[in-house]
């Protein structure tokens, strides 16, 4: 069973870039799927991106596109967000995810595994 730890979050202003990593113990990392997910007050939890578990990253949610990108290092286990030109709208509590075996998922009950989730607020 594999843990996952977020990290990386803060306050920025918009127009800032943040890079959000997620440490994974407890498992083989590279068996698993990883996705990050988002979730903002009121709001249901959204997937944000995803990746295959050789590093093949599929396409990231459209408000999200040409902005975020997603990866991941199984030698040191953990997946990273990088995420450029943030906004007011990008604020929200991010949470990686993972799941073994299939593909990246898009729904949240797809995934078994989940981090305590990590801040990210943009003002404007």
């Known amino acids: 069973q594999v843990q996952l730890v977020e990290s990386g979050g803060g306050l920025v202003q918009a127009g800032a870039s943040l890079r959000l990593s997620c440490a994974a113990s407890?498992?083989?990392?590279?068996?698993?799927?990883m996705a990050w997910f988002r979730q903002a007050p009121g709001q249901e939890r959204a997937f944000v991106a995803g990746?295959?578990?050789?590093?093949?990253?599929?396409n990231p949610a459209d408000s999200v596109k040409g902005r975020f990108t997603i990866s991941r290092d199984n030698d040191k286990n953990t997946a990273y967000l990088q995420m450029n030109n943030l906004r007011p709208e990008d604020t929200a509590v991010y949470y990686c995810?993972?799941?073994?075996?299939?593909?990246?998922?898009?729904?949240?009950?797809?995934?078994?595994?989940w981090g305590q989730g990590t801040q990210v607020t943009v003002s404007s």
């Open positions: 990746i295959t578990r050789y590093g093949i990253s599929t």
């Open positions: 407890g498992g083989r990392f590279s068996d698993y799927i």
């Open positions: 995810a993972a799941r073994l075996g299939g593909a990246v998922a898009t729904f949240s009950s797809r995934y078994d595994y």
